[in-house]
């Protein structure tokens, strides 16, 4: 798994909204978005949600298939230097 920490940044105005979490913490993530729209006393909207969120998942797939092809290239390697031996 993964263990990098990932940033999402909204700046509105002099507001800075930066979040910080790991790959395993998004559900956590997407419940802190709804806790802020929710607080009336934040500038955050639902809007701002909804745009983090989908960045969030956007995020995690891109995270996903990077994570894919890194383990497909260093089997690919692998499979490469067995045959090297075995010549």
Do not use: C, H
């Amino acid at each position: 798994m993964n263990q990098e920490v990932n940033v999402l940044a909204l700046v509105k105005g002099k507001e800075r909204y930066v979040f910080l979490y790991k790959d395993s913490n998004q559900t956590e993530m997407l419940r802190t978005f709804g806790r802020y729209a929710s607080d009336p006393e934040l500038s955050f909207s639902w809007y701002d949600a909804a745009v983090l969120s989908q960045k969030l998942r956007r995020k995690a797939q891109r995270n996903e298939v990077a994570t894919l092809l890194a383990s497909k290239k260093e089997n690919a390697s692998l499979d490469e230097l067995e045959l090297k031996i075995e010549d």
